[in-house]
């Protein structure tokens, strides 16, 4: 199946810093893919929809001046987690939509983010 | 509104066969998705339905009637490693996927 890797698997950072997290799809071009965020025992949560040469689409409650993202090309799609807080701690995965029928889903391996 | 239900958690016993079921109400159906899960790791696809019926991919198979908004995950002979959430997902009419909050299975020996 189609291989999505995503970078860096854990960060622990400063408040008020920002933290960029890279998903690339490295066996096929991916013009959309979606990240998303998950607490624990929660489910997914779907943040934004990243297109390829456009503008993400933000999900509602998603604020778009702190979750930066960025897709600057078929294969590569960054997420920003600008001035990030405590409560900015999270688990973020990024997910791209594989070539064949079914619409299958790849995911990246996630990013665990901790904000001392 | 949009809704998919799966049960929070269940408790199954080494080598025995569980069900995990699965209701939605969509703006839309372009086919339901299973998805594995292990703490603190990414989801892995298990299966795709988008006709009624039954998909059957080795000791997992997975049951679909659109009429009835329903669908069931089948794990049989289960081993240890099973053990993780399980993941519905109904992707609607704008091929957004749609996630319940995943049902996490606990395998006992």
């Known amino acids: 199946g189609a291989v999505v890797s995503q970078h860096p698997s854990w960060v622990i950072c400063k408040s008020g810093t920002s933290v960029k997290i890279e998903c690339r799809s490295l066996d096929f071009q991916a013009t959309t893919m979606f990240w998303y965020r998950q607490f624990p025992k929660q489910s997914l949560m779907l943040m934004a929809t990243s297109n390829e040469g456009s503008k993400a689409t933000y999900e509602q409650g998603v604020e778009k001046d702190k979750f930066l993202i960025n897709h600057a090309s078929l294969t590569l799609s960054t997420l920003t987690v600008t001035s990030a807080h405590p409560e900015d701690s999270s688990f973020y995965i990024c997910s791209a939509r594989g070539t064949g029928d079914t619409g299958e889903l790849f995911f990246g391996e996630g990013s665990r983010l901790t904000v001392l | 509104g949009q809704n998919i239900d799966q049960p929070t958690e269940m408790t199954a016993t080494e080598g025995a066969i569980v069900q995990i079921n699965c209701t939605y109400q969509t703006s839309g159906f372009n086919g339901l998705f299973w998805y594995q899960q292990h703490a603190g790791e990414a989801p892995t696809f298990l299966s795709y339905?988008?006709l009624d019926g039954l998909e059957e991919k080795g000791r997992f198979s997975s049951f679909l009637s659109r009429s009835k908004g329903y669908s069931y995950l089948l794990l049989k002979e289960l081993q240890m490693k099973d053990s993780a959430s399980y993941l519905c997902?109904?992707?609607?009419?704008?091929?957004?996927?749609?996630w319940g909050a995943g049902t996490k299975l606990i395998i006992k020996p």
């Open positions: 997902a109904v992707m609607d009419s704008n091929y957004q996927l749609i």
């Open positions: 339905n988008v």
